[in-house]
């Protein structure tokens, strides 16, 4: 097999956790309790660093399908 020398060597990674793709269906529910808007509220966001492309980014991943 060929290395790509772009692309780390995921054996060497120290700082991630890398998962395998779980086995079973996952479930997510939406309440009444959840926000409107992804970045309301959002503590891994902060709505004052966001620029309006990366606010139409985070909308659609969260975005109901």
Not at 1 to 24: C, G, H, S, W, Y
Not at 36 to 47: C, E, F, H, I, Q
Not at 48 to 65: L, M, P
Request: net charge positive; no cysteine; charged share 35%.
């Amino acid at each position: 097999m060929a290395t790509n020398k772009q692309n780390p060597d995921f054996k060497q990674l120290t700082d991630r956790v890398i998962r395998e793709r779980p086995k079973q269906p996952i479930f997510a529910m939406k309440t009444n309790l959840d926000q409107p808007s992804p970045l309301t509220d959002n503590p891994y966001v902060r709505k004052s660093t966001v620029d309006h492309q990366e606010e139409k980014k985070i909308e659609s991943f969260f975005e109901e399908r």
